[in-house]
């Protein structure tokens, strides 16, 4: 990891996002640029209904069907996310960028065990056995410091407690090694011994497997220990960007000051 | 030691869904009956004492003895051994009425749901369409356009009642593909089809089964109804509908043979209504 520059990016040129509503358009994103390098975490910081979460849909092809404009450019390791057809795009969630989501015991059907799922996700982008499948299954829980995980996968979602539940969508998400995880206010619905130990898991990632990392929440405090370069976004624009140290040393934009001074 | 919790875990997950499915006094009376009725039209041939189909005009309308436990019709057959019979050809065509229409209906339902847009509000008005004509009528005037037969009545039926399956299972896979599960199967990479027939299906597939079982007590009177009427089973096949029809000329001398056919079909419909309410609300408590 020499050289963090030629490493690869997930890079957003110009991106304007407008819905469609009722009566008209309202215009969500507007004229972002940003890019999230591999082997570091980048944060993107705001409060509800700023955008953060539909730029991180925009990313992974997610958006909503009344999506109305979608302009500007994605580039995922120097390819374009628009010229990709449903095929290619399935192919890249997931093996190249994956994502876990804020809900975790949501994110999983209630109605499969962990097991299945895991293995039903690996086997869909990697060409290998049913027992193949579990041992990696396996290896991914006890990777995530998951004891007991050959129990674990035979457990239904429901079964486990919120923070079990989001580390094994760690577990799943990572158990096809992507190179980018995109982490949507991953921390928010735990408490906050949990959300520690989440948050560590996702820094090992980072820092061993440089995975580059997109870190959404609207709290400054996790920001600071996580991130490294730090977005601030307000009502789909960016207002301020730098390092970590530079937004908590030296914040520019007022509303990031009145963030900072909104941590508890 | 750790087997055993996982046995004991097991247990306690399957006790939790028997309780809740079959609790009711109601439903398991429902459940007792339709058991009942499935073994007689299954082994039919064994539990028959007579002959349904053996005409004796000597022995005709009988009163019920040994022989023939229920008494014997106009023309001399045993009319305990027609009604088990007659169990067989209910089921069975309501049966496969019910296979077709869950067979058109849900895939249809599943991806206009899932698709949403301008093909679910084409598809959802074809839907209405069907919806908004009483369902006995239009199955009417197709089984008397094609003619009466027992395969003409399953298509006649088949064409009317998918609708109200291709409405539930629409509403069902809205209220599913919101989930945010769906949303982290897409960021996994699944495919589609995977999502709407592995995923979002095994979803709603327990309020479909529900509506399944109300709707086959409804599909058995309409079987009857249109063999009374002389568009569906034809005779001499011992159906309960034209059992019905063909002892309507006796209702003076011999009401047994109305009654019985009559309250075995009110026996039939209730019970598979009971069963149904209870799938539903068991679904509901959860």
Redesign the interface.
């Given at each position: 990891m020499a050289d963090m520059n030629d490493n690869g990016e997930i890079k957003i040129e110009n991106l304007e996002i407008d819905f469609r509503i009722k009566k008209g358009t309202v215009s969500v994103i507007k004229n972002i640029d940003m890019s999230v390098k591999k082997g570091r975490v980048t944060a993107l910081v705001g409060e509800s209904g700023s955008g953060k979460s539909v730029t991180s849909h925009a990313v992974?092809g997610?958006l909503p069907?009344n999506v109305k404009k979608l302009s500007g450019k994605i580039w995922i390791d120097g390819e374009s996310v628009e010229s990709l057809s449903v095929k290619e795009r399935?192919?890249?969630?997931?093996?190249k960028v994956?994502?876990i989501?804020?809900?975790p015991v949501?994110?999983?059907?209630?109605?499969?065990t962990v097991g299945n799922q895991m293995i039903?996700?690996i086997r869909?982008?990697r060409k290998i056995s049913k027992s193949e499948a579990e041992e990696k299954a396996v290896q991914s829980l006890e990777a995530v410091n998951l004891s007991n995980a050959r129990?674990l996968m035979?457990k239904y979602p429901f079964e486990l407690s919120g923070g079990m539940c989001q580390r094994v969508?760690i577990a799943?998400?990572m158990s096809?090694e992507p190179e980018y995880l995109?982490a949507d206010e991953p921390t928010t619905a735990l408490d906050v011994t949990v959300q520690k130990q989440i948050i560590k898991e996702l820094l090992y990632m980072s820092h061993e497997k440089n995975v580059g990392i997109l870190f959404i929440t609207h709290d400054l405090g996790v920001v600071a220990e996580v991130a490294d370069d730090v977005y601030i976004m307000k009502d789909g624009k960016i207002v301020e960007q730098g390092t970590v140290y530079d937004i908590f040393d030296h914040p520019e934009h007022p509303y990031t000051k009145m963030l900072l001074d909104a941590i508890l | 030691m750790n087997h055993k919790v996982r046995k004991l875990e097991k247990k306690g997950v399957m006790h939790f869904r028997w309780a809740e499915y079959l609790g009711d006094t109601k439903t398991r009376i429902g459940f007792g009956i339709v058991v009942i009725f499935v073994i007689l039209a299954i082994f039919a041939p064994m539990i028959a004492p007579n002959d349904p189909l053996y005409v004796d005009v000597i022995n005709k309308l009988q009163p019920p003895s040994r022989q023939f436990w229920f008494g014997t019709d106009n023309m001399g057959r045993c009319l305990f051994s027609r009604i088990v019979w007659g169990s067989r050809y209910s089921l069975l065509y309501s049966f496969i009425i019910m296979v077709i229409t869950i067979l058109i209906g849900v895939p249809i339902g599943l991806v206009s749901g899932y698709i949403g847009g301008k093909i679910d509000n084409f598809i959802m008005r074809i839907i209405d369409l069907f919806m908004a004509m009483p369902s006995f009528v239009l199955a009417l005037a197709i089984a008397g356009t094609l003619g009466p037969s027992g395969k003409n009545l399953v298509f006649a039926m088949s064409c009317v009642y998918w609708a109200s399956y291709a409405r539930l299972s629409r509403a069902l896979t809205i209220q599913v593909k919101e989930q945010s599960f769906i949303l982290a199967l897409k960021a996994g990479g699944c495919s589609h089809t995977k999502i709407l027939f592995g995923h979002i299906l095994k979803n709603i597939m327990d309020s479909i089964v529900a509506l399944a079982t109300m709707e086959i007590g409804g599909i058995i009177l309409s079987i009857a109804g249109f063999s009374f009427i002389g568009l569906g089973v034809q005779p001499p096949t011992p159906e309960w509908g034209i059992m019905l029809s063909d002892s309507k000329n006796y209702i003076q001398t011999c009401p047994r043979l109305m009654l019985i056919p009559g309250i075995v079909v009110v026996i039939v419909v209730m019970a598979f209504n009971l069963l149904g309410d209870g799938l539903k609300n068991g679904r509901y408590e959860r």
């Open positions: 992974m997610l069907m399935q192919k890249i969630n997931g093996t994956g994502m989501f804020q809900d949501d994110s999983m059907n209630p109605l499969y039903e996700g869909r982008h129990q035979k969508m799943m998400t096809l995109i | -």
